[in-house]
């Protein structure tokens, strides 16, 4: 089988690199174990904003106009709603808060993301607010389970194999690469914190970060707001609510908790006064960066080995616009913004 790409993962980065192929009708073809990834099990949570800081995050107005529009249309591939526009609100903790949101809300770009008037504290059953919220807007929810699943089944059946890629297996010449009976011109590792095991870009400072979230089913909760207090209280619909996560860089392994479903349960209790029903606990490991920006480029050496990683926390809103700049650099040779470009790593593989 010859391709024009061969896409090595299938998280919410692997899914959108394939779909800025097949828009363009670049042939390709998927390869990922049939183990799931951190994206499957993320809140899918769309918000531009640190909200612990009241800060926008690196480029957020480019990446949220590209993202909602990207999410929409795959919605319509699909023929199922998979993005939710929900607002977030955002407990406050004092007078202080109070008044650092009113700030932040009237100062570019934020103005446009942050609700000056705040939202009364009796909005909502089961919610502790003693200062009101404040109220987030142009976010949203993605339903990455089941985009992934559906986006798989629907739009690339006969170009996915399931298969966890060998890579001392890979075959790599100046002019294709081959893996077993399938011949690309061109390979993209997308493999989220498994990269850290790839030889081509193992001198990335590919970190990793444990995260556990628990699912609870409550019956009196809103389920048109995604609540962040100490953590994100995000509703999955039918009384079902994605509670999380936690954020460990020494635990690598994705095994559940005890000390991390008491912390989860500790950090809910305080804003959670409803009764609710522990439904799942589930742990998997991020793929994060040292320098907390994304992994996008071509290999130093080999100029048909290519890397898009690196999304950590923020993979629904990034991974749109992440993949679009890829595929211009590869295809059309437009410089990537250099605060993601692996360039700036290209040290530390020479010094290997």
């Known amino acids: ?51 612990k800081r009241f800060k926008p995050v690196w480029k957020a107005e480019e990446f949220l106009n590209y993202a909602l529009p990207f999410y929409a249309e795959l919605e319509a591939l699909v023929q199922t709603n998979v993005i939710h526009l929900l607002p977030i609100h955002r407990i406050l903790n004092s007078i202080q808060e109070q008044n650092e949101w009113g700030i932040a809300a009237s100062v570019p770009p934020l103005d446009n993301y942050l609700n000056k008037e705040l939202v009364t504290a009796k909005k909502h059953l089961g919610i502790v607010a003693p200062f009101a919220y404040g109220e987030l807007i142009q976010t949203a929810r993605v339903d990455n389970e089941v985009l992934l699943a559906l986006y798989q089944k629907k739009m690339i059946p006969d170009q996915f194999v399931e298969h966890k890629l060998n890579h001392q297996a890979l075959e790599i010449h100046k002019e294709y690469i081959k893996y077993h009976d399938i011949q690309a011109d061109k390979i993209v590792f997308c493999e989220g914190y498994q ?33 962040k207090g100490p953590i994100f209280l995000s509703p999955m619909g039918e009384h079902k609510f994605w509670v999380g996560a936690t954020f460990d860089r020494v635990d690598k392994t994705t095994q559940v908790t005890e000390i991390g479903k008491h912390w989860l349960l500790s950090k809910l209790n305080q804003f959670l006064k409803s009764p609710f029903q522990i439904l799942q606990h589930k742990a998997q490991i991020r793929a994060t960066v040292s320098d907390r920006r994304p992994l996008l480029g071509r290999h130093p050496r080999y100029h048909n080995v290519y890397v898009l990683n690196g999304v950590g926390t923020r993979g629904v809103l990034m991974s749109p616009l992440l993949s679009h700049w890829l595929f211009e650099f590869i295809e059309n040779n437009q410089k990537l913004p250099p605060e993601a470009d692996i360039k700036r790593f290209e040290n530390k593989y020479f010094r290997n």
Do not use: W
């Open 195 to 227: 990269g850290i095991k790839n030889p081509y870009f193992n001198y990335l400072p590919l970190m990793g970060s444990k995260g556990e979230i628990l699912v609870i089913e409550c019956d009196t909760l809103n389920e048109e707001v995604i609540f």
């Open 1 to 51: 089988m010859k391709v024009d790409t061969l896409i090595v993962g299938f998280g919410i980065a692997g899914m959108n690199y394939s779909e800025q192929l097949r828009r363009r009708k670049k042939s390709f073809v998927v390869m990922a174990p049939s183990e799931k990834s951190a994206s499957h099990m993320a809140a899918g949570i769309i918000n531009p904003t640190v909200l």
